[in-house]
């Protein structure tokens, strides 16, 4: 419907006609006008309203279609549960309508809307890689013990800093040198060791075989138990 006094004006050629801005995709640049256009693997992260928890959310879209999503939260102990509604909820659709569906949490919620901001701008992962990356790329994120890499320190200003757990796995021992500074730990690969025990090694040995040590733990005047000591 267009008002009378629109339609009485002096047409004017509008001569700015030229295309989108093309974005790099999967190795090739692309005028994205629809949502088919859009492919990308890409990361983001978000936070629920209260910043009790957050997400990072990996998304693989192929012709605007979620191929793959990896969903991991930490913080929030019912935010779990909302990664496994969303793991259900997500692939098969396009980004369009993920973007505009409840993912059960805030932070994933927030974390898709900020994936669909880098995925339509081309600022992906897979952006200058021909062909993209394959389904199964997000998963390689997890390592082979395929858990999330979680880094949990703890510190007082009247005791210092406590390692947790870092991307190697849980802390059992903190190396303290001459001055008491950290110089390396001792830990073992969570998931490495789980996935041994699965498949039938004594846990003793499992364990054993699994502590590792990273940095000059080997050289450490002093060792203590970041959880006790």
Same mark, same amino acid.
């Given at each position: 419907?267009?008002?009378?006094?629109?339609?009485?004006?002096?047409?004017?050629?509008?001569?700015?006609?030229?295309?989108?801005?093309?974005?790099?995709?999967?190795?090739?640049?692309?005028?994205?006008?629809?949502?088919?256009?859009?492919?990308?693997?890409?990361?983001?992260?978000?936070?629920?309203?209260?910043?009790?928890?957050?997400?990072?959310?990996?998304?693989?879209?192929?012709?605007?279609?979620?191929?793959?999503?990896?969903?991991?939260?930490?913080?929030?102990?019912?935010?779990?549960?909302?990664?496994?509604?969303?793991?259900?909820?997500?692939?098969?659709?396009?980004?369009?309508?993920?973007?505009?569906?409840?993912?059960?949490?805030? =932070?994933?919620?927030?974390?898709?809307?900020?994936?669909?901001?880098?995925?339509?701008?081309?600022?992906?992962?897979? =952006?200058?890689?021909?062909?993209?990356?394959?389904?199964?790329?997000?998963?390689?994120?997890?390592?082979?013990?395929?858990?999330?890499?979680?880094?949990?320190?703890?510190?007082?200003?009247?005791?210092?800093?406590?390692?947790?757990?870092?991307?190697?796995?849980?802390?059992?021992?903190?190396?303290?040198?001459?001055?008491?500074?950290?110089?390396?730990?001792?830990?073992?690969?969570?998931?490495?060791?789980?996935?041994?025990?699965?498949?039938?090694?004594?846990?003793?040995?499992?364990?054993?075989?699994?502590?590792?040590?990273?940095?000059?733990?080997?050289?450490?005047?002093?060792?203590?138990?970041?959880?006790?000591?």
């Amino acid at each position: 419907m267009i008002s009378k006094h629109v339609n009485d004006m002096c047409p004017v050629t509008n001569g700015a006609r030229h295309q989108n801005a093309p974005i790099p995709e999967e190795g090739k640049w692309v005028h994205a006008k629809e949502i088919k256009d859009i492919s990308g693997l890409t990361h983001g992260v978000g936070g629920c309203a209260p910043q009790q928890g957050t997400c990072k959310l990996t998304l693989n879209v192929k012709d605007g279609i979620i191929k793959e999503a990896l969903i991991e939260t930490i913080g929030c102990s019912g935010m779990t549960h909302s990664a496994a509604m969303a793991s259900e909820i997500l692939p098969g659709k396009t980004i369009l309508e993920a973007v505009n569906t409840d993912l059960v949490c805030d =932070a994933i919620n927030v974390a898709m809307r900020e994936l669909f901001l880098q995925i339509i701008y081309g600022r992906t992962q897979s =952006a200058f890689s021909d062909q993209g990356l394959e389904i199964g790329a997000g998963m390689e994120d997890l390592g082979k013990g395929l858990c999330s890499q979680v880094g949990t320190m703890y510190s007082t200003e009247l005791k210092g800093p406590r390692y947790l757990n870092t991307a190697e796995g849980y802390i059992t021992k903190q190396g303290l040198d001459k001055n008491g500074e950290i110089i390396g730990y001792e830990y073992i690969a969570t998931g490495k060791l789980l996935e041994a025990i699965k498949a039938g090694v004594d846990p003793r040995e499992a364990l054993a075989q699994n502590t590792k040590t990273y940095g000059r733990f080997k050289e450490a005047v002093k060792v203590i138990d970041p959880r006790k000591e």
